[in-house]
């Protein structure tokens, strides 16, 4: 069997005995503590971005995968048809539908379906964006929201008003399968 | 039973009552608190981050718009949070423990590191004769306050002494948590004191032979009038003041060793990096503290704390004149028995924490910058190194001393 000799450095005596090692290692963190201590001093430049005040929203990339939101097309109405593809695919199982037909005196009759509720557990969500994949209808897209808090387990469930209040409204038919979504 | 009484000194026992609860509670414990804080922002700037930053006076809990900064440095309620936290949080006894040395241990590790405090002297003395002018009258007025808790003539060797007595506690922490993190640690502690306790009482001999005196404050006062052991630049430790007589400047060599292997031994003492084996979070989770938790835990914390600021405490007052400002005798800032006024006395104090703080900040620098030693270089430094070294050092300075005559 080969045998690898490890090549180690050559150390002077004052190297052993950590005197000059002992002063360059001083240094090092020395300087690299006078050069923090005075940009905090001076309140310029950058050292860590102060999360709650600073935040990444400027700097997120298009294709930032954050919570999934239900969107509404031009005419106001709400996209989503009930077909439930979204709460079957879903790995986590955190969306939760319940659909119902909609009325024949509605305006929107002939699409004949819609959520009377759409729950989706942000405990569970894992951010997959597969909803959004499936989606027929183009109704569920994932956002940029990322500071999803809550002090309760039913605040963290987001219900159909909460989630088109995040979506918002998306005019004409966006193609999600350009590459950025 | 009445000439017992009488024999009490009260005035006695209230100064030192006084000097007890204000030099342990009032500036160590604070300063342990604080230190823990000046460890994270110090580590925090070299490590280029910013540190605790946040915490303040919680105005916002009583309806202000915004917390309260104090001298607009963020971050300084921050010891307090962390203190009621550690009350706050659950106080968990594993099933596995034998509990009687498990409750024991953590009251065994900080007891000795503020004991110790006790020898210290941690500032000249006090003059409170302008007490009277405000109404209290008293004899006891009219004489100056010795500021050392005890004045005890073998200061360095209760020390030691003292100080030694901490380890049982991290034994008995480590042998009584029954897990085999803890244990190491506990073992690995006391074969470190063992071999580095030594070192640390050998190197403190040269300094006792050239003061020839074991008391602290006599020592710290003879530094006063004559140069520190480190500085001699006034008084019979310098040449121009003094015949031209070279004898202290020729022992600052034996003495810079021993203030090396001092301090080197005081890192090791006090379990501090780069000789944190004891308690080496990447081997043993986090060593003989691994089962505690709470209060019990914070109770290592501030022991290991406490002790390096009594340590600094030691090294200041030995090497670097304890509470003696600087060219004393030239600014006409030198302690004089029995006539040393109130704000002098005060300015002495001030001295000696500036001195310990800098000390404090020299051990926490040093925390992040070396990494942590192999457990048998560690041995290896200190039983074939240090040892020896030392053995040599108190010859050495025996035969400077003889040579000039000292």
Request: hydrophobic share 50%; charged share 20%; proline share 5%.
């Amino acid at each position: 069997m080969a045998t690898i000799v490890v090549q180690r450095p050559k150390l002077a005596w004052h190297e052993r005995w950590f005197i000059s090692t002992l002063y360059k290692g001083l240094k090092i963190t020395f300087l690299h503590a006078k050069h923090t201590w005075w940009t905090l001093l001076q309140g310029k430049g950058e050292v860590t971005m102060q999360y709650p005040e600073e935040k990444w929203d400027a700097h997120l990339p298009d294709h930032y995968r954050g919570a999934p939101a239900l969107v509404k097309d031009e005419q106001d109405r709400e996209r989503c048809v009930s077909c439930q593809l979204c709460e079957f695919i879903c790995p986590p199982r955190a969306i939760t539908i319940t659909p119902e037909e909609i009325p024949s005196t509605d305006k929107w009759a002939k699409v004949e379906k819609r959520p009377r509720e759409f729950k989706i557990d942000m405990i569970r969500c894992i951010y997959c964006g597969m909803c959004e994949e499936v989606c027929p209808e183009q109704a569920i897209y994932l956002r940029k929201d990322y500071a999803i808090t809550g002090t309760t387990r039913a605040e963290m469930v987001h219900d159909k008003k909460k989630l088109y209040e995040i979506g918002g409204v998306r005019i004409g038919l966006v193609n999600k399968w350009n590459e950025l979504k | 039973m009445g000439s017992f009484l009488d024999s009490i000194n009260l005035a006695f026992l209230i100064a030192s009552a006084v000097k007890i609860v204000f030099f342990a509670f009032m500036v160590i414990l604070p300063m342990v608190a604080y230190s823990v804080y000046l460890e994270r922002r110090i580590s925090a700037i070299i490590q280029d981050r910013v540190g605790p930053n946040r915490t303040g006076i919680p105005l916002t809990l009583l309806g202000f718009k915004k917390d309260s900064h104090i001298f607009g440095i963020g971050g300084l309620v921050q010891p307090l949070a962390d203190g009621l936290k550690f009350l706050l949080k659950e106080d968990f006894t594993p099933a596995h423990v034998n509990k009687f040395y498990y409750w024991l241990a953590p009251a065994i590790v900080m007891v000795p590191a503020l004991l110790t405090a006790a020898v210290i002297p941690f500032g000249s003395e006090l003059d409170l004769s302008w007490l009277t002018k405000i109404g209290v009258d008293g004899a006891w007025l009219h004489k100056p306050i010795k500021l050392v808790i005890a004045d005890l003539n073998v200061g360095p060797l209760f020390t030691f002494a003292i100080a030694s007595l901490g380890v049982y506690g991290i034994v008995l922490a480590g042998w009584s948590s029954n897990s085999k993190y803890s244990f190491l640690g506990g073992v690995r502690s006391s074969s470190q004191m063992i071999s580095y306790e030594i070192a640390l009482g050998l190197s403190i001999v040269p300094v006792l032979m050239i003061f020839g005196d074991l008391n602290l404050s006599k020592i710290t006062e003879y530094q006063d009038a004559n140069g520190w052991l480190l500085f001699p630049a006034w008084g019979k430790g310098a040449p121009w003041e003094n015949g031209w007589h070279f004898g202290r400047w020729a022992l600052l060599v034996p003495v810079f060793i021993s203030f090396i292997i001092f301090t080197v031994s005081m890192f090791a003492e006090t379990n501090r990096a780069p000789f944190d084996l004891p308690e080496c979070e990447t081997e043993l989770v986090a060593g003989y503290h691994t089962e505690y938790s709470s209060m019990k835990f914070a109770l290592f914390f501030m022991g290991e704390y406490a002790a390096m600021i009594i340590g600094s405490g030691l090294a200041v007052t030995l090497f670097l004149g304890g509470w003696s400002i600087p060219f004393a005798p030239w600014l006409g800032l030198d302690y004089k028995a029995g006539a040393t006024p109130a704000w002098l006395g005060l300015a002495h104090i001030a001295c000696f924490l500036a001195k310990v703080v800098c000390f404090i900040v020299f051990f926490i620098w040093v925390r992040w910058t070396l990494p942590r030693f192999r457990y048998d270089l560690l041995m290896k430094l200190g039983w074939l190194v240090f040892f020896e070294l030392a053995l040599a050092n108190v010859i050495l300075t025996a035969a400077l001393l003889m040579y000039f005559k000292i």
